[in-house]
């Protein structure tokens, strides 16, 4: 033990006495000042745990080259300076050698990792983030670090012992560089091959890592298990270092060196067997994913029977928890007399049906994919159907090089939302879609691409829910919960399209002034109030011209890694009349620096609560294509101008803040001010005299127009009348031309 200490102070000396590895770790702290401190607007606007990961995916990686040189000097020191043949008559055996040299690298390289954890809890707490947030993901990045620095120095001398000329250096460069840029570029997001992320010597490149919340908590079961194979092929590599350099020397242990060899072999072998059940898994579900997807192509609204859509008094389900990532669900759906003797529901495809009853007798069903249907009903004024099943929620994929989990229950986090019909949907809609570029398949949910026309055929329900197995607080769209004393769980929810649930731990929900709740991580509330507090006046506001029936029954969620559910990361995900937000795209909006006085994120928020206040139909996705709803979303914004006009005031210029938000017409408002001329309503009348106007385009003008002509008693008055034709018109029945019509005779006595 003794000359093994005294060889491991030998080596940190001559580690120490090299002047590049000396000052290495100086630069990386003083890289690590500079990436936090001197970045632009974009980096700045970054949450902590994503500006620290980008750091380490460079950081990182170019310090394993450093570790690599250290390793590869360790071995050829011996080899090439003659002052040192003296160690060969040392009583030290070429096993203790190598360990000494290799623990001698790894202590080297905990320096990188105590610089980086330091500097990343100095950094968060400067950032006013919670202490114990930063030691947990501290911790676990800092692990990382020192498992990827174990692997890459037993990797660089495995090379250097098998290699005996200086060759090995540009081997060992090609190692490092293949290890991982090019693995990540080219390999494993080229070819979708993520099961091979564990041989990437640096892990910080994965998406898991950009945030806290779901995407980081659900990669630690996988990270742990890949963890520990990493650790044990690093023993792996040392030994064949170990075996490689007795034979330079006369020894009686090379037979017991080969058998380290064997044995580190088998054990190394075993601790992959959890990591690769992980991913047969995931593959194999995703695989199922793919299959059941119908091509985005082939997939058109006119295709889909709306009239499948059965109207259903209430929901009744029982879900017990079985295990961590399995539901069984005992649903009972009251549903109203049907014209035809058969229905289709659609139930996520990878659950299995236990049994299904049509008023209390069991039948037999056709299932394809995701839709069931039921022939020879007997039909009754009042019906029951109920289904027993049982699945589990863990749904991996990928879309453009990203890695997904659309649904999924595992320990304290899930998310099942209602579009992928965890609870039988009456009628018939594809749970997911697929969308070919060239080679590669991308994987979405049927939300991702839902036009309004669907989520309007979609009709509102009554839902009465029991949860059982769920310690942990339950959120979704639901309007009331309460822990029953024997620990279930009961929602129940009024004149909604569907439910969604989620948990996630640090989450807290709290109620609004106005009428509605909000669902955030707790340091973000007070901002969130202070933004949307905006909201309390304009209902009256609006009641003052309007007729509204309608009140506020949104919620507002704000989730880190919703986009790892699949969800839109820059506009509003509308999922069960609830406003979901990422995190990351308020990003977007401090990207543009302080100077920038817009905050486009909430103001599309504010904006689409007073839309759903006027109208219960707009689209459910940013990428909704209707020429109908093209028209609505015109009058929306002809609306939300006379409300930020009149109400909140808005000078021409202020306009410009509704740029990035889903309202483009009114942010073109805001440019007036630099088109020629000093006369807004001769710039005006020069847009609308503009060729191949758009209809939403013109709309806006025209009332834009009107107003600053001074005309803003009959503009209101326009608006009432259009609004009540539109209340009485089915969705979307009012059309441009009826619009057209009405402004002539009002504004030009045509």
């Not at 997911?432 to 989520?455: D, M």
């Amino acid at each position: 033990m003794i000359t093994y200490i005294r060889h491991l102070q030998l080596e940190l000396t001559f580690i120490f006495k090299n002047w590049l590895f000396l000052i290495a770790p100086l630069l990386y702290l003083v890289s690590i000042y500079i990436w936090f401190t001197f970045q632009g607007p974009y980096q700045a606007a970054q949450p902590i745990l994503q500006r620290t990961n980008e750091f380490l995916a460079v950081g990182h990686t170019v310090s394993l080259g450093v570790m690599f040189l250290a390793s590869v000097l360790s071995i050829r020191r011996e080899k090439q300076t003659v002052m040192l043949d003296w160690t060969n008559s040392l009583p030290t055996s070429y096993r203790g050698i190598i360990l000494a040299k290799f623990s001698a690298i790894n202590l080297y390289s905990l320096i990188y990792t105590i610089i980086f954890l330091v500097s990343f809890i100095v950094m968060g707490m400067v950032q006013d983030e919670q202490l114990d947030f930063l030691v947990d993901h501290g911790s676990v990045l800092a692990l990382q670090s020192q498992v990827s620095y174990l692997v890459s120095i037993a990797l660089g001398m495995f090379l250097a012992a098998m290699i005996p000329n200086r060759i090995v250096y540009i081997i060992t460069f090609c190692a490092w560089m293949f290890g991982t840029f090019f693995m990540e570029g080219f390999i494993i997001q080229r070819y979708h091959l993520y099961y091979l992320k564990t041989f990437h010597l640096s892990q910080f490149f994965l998406a898991q890592y950009l945030s806290e919340g779901w995407a980081f908590d659900m990669a630690q079961k996988e990270a742990l298990r890949s963890r520990v194979f990493v650790v044990f092929f690093g023993l792996l590599l040392l030994s064949l270092t170990v075996w490689r350099a007795g034979t330079n020397r006369l020894s009686s242990k090379k037979r017991s060196a080969a058998f380290s060899v064997f044995i580190i072999l088998g054990v190394t072998i075993a601790s992959a067997a959890p990591y690769t059940s992980l991913w047969i898994e995931k593959v194999k579900k995703s695989e199922k994913l793919f299959h059941y997807a119908v091509n985005q192509e082939n997939l058109e609204e006119s295709n889909i029977d709306f009239t499948s859509f059965l109207k259903t008094e209430n929901y009744s389900l029982d879900v017990k928890r079985v295990g961590d990532s399995a539901i069984r669900v005992d649903s009972e759906i009251i549903i109203d007399s049907l014209k035809e003797n058969h229905l289709t529901f659609t139930l996520y495809p990878t659950f299995e049906i236990e049994a299904i009853k049509w008023n209390g007798k069991e039948l037999d069903y056709q299932r394809e994919n995701s839709n069931v249907t039921l022939e020879n009903l007997e039909i009754s004024p009042s019906n029951t159907l109920s289904v027993t099943y049982q699945g589990t929620m863990n749904e991996w994929g990928y879309s453009y090089s990203d890695e997904k989990n659309f649904a999924f229950l595992q320990d304290d986090n899930m998310f099942l939302p209602s579009y992928i019909a965890w609870y039988p949907i009456i009628g018939e809609i594809p749970v997911y879609e697929k969308y070919v570029n060239g080679s590669a398949e991308n994987l979405f949910t049927n939300y991702y691409h839902r036009s309004a026309e669907l989520s309007q055929n979609i009709p509102k329900t009554n839902f009465s829910v029991t949860l059982v197995g769920f310690e942990q607080p339950i959120f979704g769209t639901f309007e009331e919960s309460s822990r029953q004393p024997d620990g279930s769980i009961r929602i129940t929810s009024n004149t909604t399209p569907g439910l969604t649930l989620f948990s996630q731990a640090g989450l807290v929900e709290k109620e609004l002034s106005f009428g509605t709740s909000m669902i955030s991580m707790e340091k973000h509330m007070e901002q969130i109030e202070g933004e949307l507090a905006e909201l309390e006046g304009v209902l009256p506001y609006l009641n003052s011209w309007l007729t509204i029936s309608n009140s506020y029954k949104e919620k507002f969620v704000y989730l880190p890694s919703l986009e790892y559910t699949g969800s839109e990361n820059y506009y509003i995900n509308i999922i069960d009349d609830t406003f979901f937000v990422d995190e990351r795209s308020r990003q977007y909006v401090l990207s543009y620096g302080p100077d920038y006085d817009s905050d486009y994120l909430f103001l599309d928020v504010k904006a689409q609560f007073i839309t759903d206040l006027l109208f219960d139909f707009y689209p459910q996705s940013p990428y909704a294509i209707s020429n109908d709803f093209t028209i609505y979303h015109g009058m929306i914004q002809a609306y939300l101008f006379v409300a930020f006009k009149e109400h909140y005031q808005y000078n021409w210029e202020d306009f410009r803040s509704f740029n990035g938000t889903n309202y483009w017409n009114l942010a073109s408002l805001g440019y007036l001010e630099y088109e020629e001329g000093n006369n807004t309503l001769k710039k005006l009348n020069n847009r609308l005299s503009q060729e191949e106007l758009a209809p939403e385009e013109e709309i806006v003008y025209l009332v834009a127009k009107e107003w600053e002509n001074g005309n803003k008693e009959e503009v209101k008055q326009f608006l009432r009348e259009v609004y009540e034709d539109m209340q009485a018109s089915p969705t979307p029945g009012y059309k441009y031309y009826d619009w057209k019509i009405k402004w002539k005779k009002i504004f030009m006595n045509e």
